[in-house]
């Protein structure tokens, strides 16, 4: 069996996280898993106020945590994916959750946060990404319309929250939504708290994507 964690931050690209993507890997290696989905903020304060002029050179910058930590978990045997936790604006408001992304998908991609949440949606469907919606009943956030979603976070470990998964789990299942569960790795005492336990390796998105419509995986809570 294999576990992956789907929801972890690096301090390399996210302002709000504080371990570096390596030091990050060697304890989640140490605590048995498989692989993480590194899913770093993407919000309009990191390209607006970045140091670089071009969008490939912003681009490049905010792919620094992920690619440190599939240097590191390259080493260790350790499956990294590309994902990004996505919101259209700076403050405290509803993210949400991309998986299948590329790199090359985020050079071409210069006008995500103009999409709306709607064309969000649409963009997802026609590149087949899976868009959730990360801790959508935690106190600053609201459910979106689940027409649009494929799924949602039903297991956010992050302790210094109430996501109250309890609740949007019991929506979720009303619903049919796919569900997924994640640490929201910040720092030290994060790790281990989320994930999922599969019997299929992930190496690839087209893996990870895979597992996730197949359902053939249990929900990890630390």
């Given at each position: 069996m ?7 931050h690096?301090?390399?690209?996210s ?7 390596a ?5 989640y290696?140490d605590?048995?898993y ?6 770093d903020h993407?919000?309009?304060v990191?390209?607006n106020?970045s140091?670089f002029t071009?969008?490939?050179?912003k ?5 620094r945590?992920?690619r440190?930590a599939k ?6 045997g350790m499956?990294?994916?590309l ?11 509803n993210?949400f959750l991309i998986y299948?992304?590329t790199?090359e998908m985020?050079?071409k991609?210069t ?11 649409k ?10 919606q ?13 027409a649009?979603l ?9 302790p ?7 609740e949007i789990?019991v929506?979720?299942s009303?619903n049919?939504?796919?569900m997924?569960?994640?640490?929201d ?19 690839t998105n087209e893996?990870l ?12 809570r630390?």
């Amino acid at each position: 069996m294999y576990k992956y964690d789907l929801h972890v931050h690096t301090k390399e690209t996210s302002p709000c996280a504080h371990v570096a993507a390596a030091d990050m890997i060697a304890v989640y290696r140490d605590n048995g898993y498989s692989g993480v989905v590194i899913t770093d903020h993407y919000r309009p304060v990191f390209f607006n106020t970045s140091e670089f002029t071009t969008w490939e050179e912003k681009v490049e910058d905010f792919l620094r945590g992920y690619r440190n930590a599939k240097y590191q978990g390259d080493k260790y045997g350790m499956d990294v994916l590309l994902g990004i936790e996505f919101a259209f604006n700076n403050t405290k408001t509803n993210d949400f959750l991309i998986y299948g992304i590329t790199e090359e998908m985020l050079m071409k991609s210069t006008d995500l946060f103009n999409l709306g949440f709607e064309g969000l949606s649409k963009f997802c469907k026609e590149n087949n990404l899976l868009f959730f919606q990360a801790h959508p009943l935690r106190g600053y956030c609201n459910l979106e319309d689940i027409a649009f979603l494929d799924g949602v976070e039903v297991h956010n470990g992050n302790p210094r929250h109430d996501s109250h998964n309890d609740e949007i789990e019991v929506i979720a299942s009303e619903n049919d939504l796919y569900m997924i569960s994640g640490s929201d790795f910040h720092e030290y005492g994060d790790e281990n708290n989320g994930g999922i336990i599969t019997s299929n390796r992930i190496k690839t998105n087209e893996d990870l994507i895979e597992v996730l419509k197949s359902k053939d995986y249990t929900l990890f809570r630390g």
